[in-house]
């Protein structure tokens, strides 16, 4: 999901940076600001900090599996090279 205070943060600080003749439009330019942001946001297939650690704990533990496998296989195949000859 994505951090709605953050968004709001980011919406206020480009209002503030509108000119100061259009300091009267401001809350309307903040909210439009805002409901950008959200759409534009919304529509990237982003995840959460928290879903991205757990992929990446899942993807650590299958590589550190990979590996085990890799040096079981070499074993086997370095004894099975030895006991054909």
Same mark, same amino acid.
């Given at each position: 999901?994505?951090?709605?205070?953050?968004?709001?943060?980011?919406?206020?600080?480009?209002?503030?940076?509108?000119?100061?003749?259009?300091?009267?439009?401001?809350?309307?330019?903040?909210?439009?600001? *805002? !409901?950008? @942001?959200?759409?534009?946001?919304? +529509? /990237?297939?982003?995840?959460?900090?928290?879903?991205? $650690?757990?992929? *990446? !704990?899942? @993807?650590?533990?299958?590589?550190? +599996? /990979?590996?085990?496998?890799?040096?079981?296989?070499? $074993?086997?195949?370095? !004894?099975?090279?030895?006991?054909?000859?």
């Amino acid at each position: 999901m994505i951090d709605l205070k953050a968004i709001d943060d980011l919406a206020r600080r480009l209002s503030d940076m509108v000119p100061p003749n259009v300091k009267a439009a401001q809350a309307d330019l903040e909210n439009n600001f *805002r !409901a950008a @942001l959200q759409t534009g946001l919304g +529509k /990237l297939d982003l995840v959460t900090r928290e879903e991205f $650690e757990v992929q *990446r !704990a899942v @993807l650590l533990r299958t590589r550190e +599996k /990979l590996e085990a496998l890799e040096k079981t296989v070499a $074993e086997l195949e370095a !004894a099975r090279g030895t006991s054909d000859t």
